[in-house]
Nanobody, 127 residues
């Protein structure tokens, strides 16, 4: 049974840092494109960052978080991370960990419900 369990969300002041974790089980994180997404009420889900299956762990970032967020993965622990630095109030959202349900390199084939999704962790940034 596939599971993705996020942790590390919370409240932080603007300029601060948070580290999100996502523990994966039921599949190998080394074989699937994985990423972090975020969503606020009334808006579409936004891709924040992805990390690829290649040995270098190639990454992509949304323009809005480039230079501030870092995605990483520990394949031995089957765990995905998102280090969030210099956070801004506009980073406030529910953050979701995801893995493409089809093994292989990034990008995600689609953002649909047939992918593997965590339950989400709330991040709130105050000014």
């Amino acid at each position: 049974q596939v599971q993705l369990v996020e942790s590390g969300g919370g409240s932080v002041q603007a300029g601060g840092s948070l580290r999100l974790s996502c523990a994966a089980s039921g599949f190998s994180s080394s074989s699937h494109c994985m990423g972090w997404f975020r969503q606020t009420p009334g808006k579409e889900r936004e891709e924040v960052a992805t990390i690829d299956t290649d040995s270098d762990g190639s990454t992509t970032y949304a323009d809005s978080v480039k230079g501030r967020f870092t995605i990483s993965k520990d394949n031995a622990k089957n765990t995905l991370y998102l280090q969030m630095n210099s956070v801004k109030p506009e980073d406030t959202a529910m953050y979701y960990c995801a893995a493409d349900s089809i093994s292989g390199p990034c990008p995600f084939a689609n953002y649909g419900d047939d992918n593997f999704w965590g339950q989400g962790t709330q991040v709130t940034v105050s000014s």
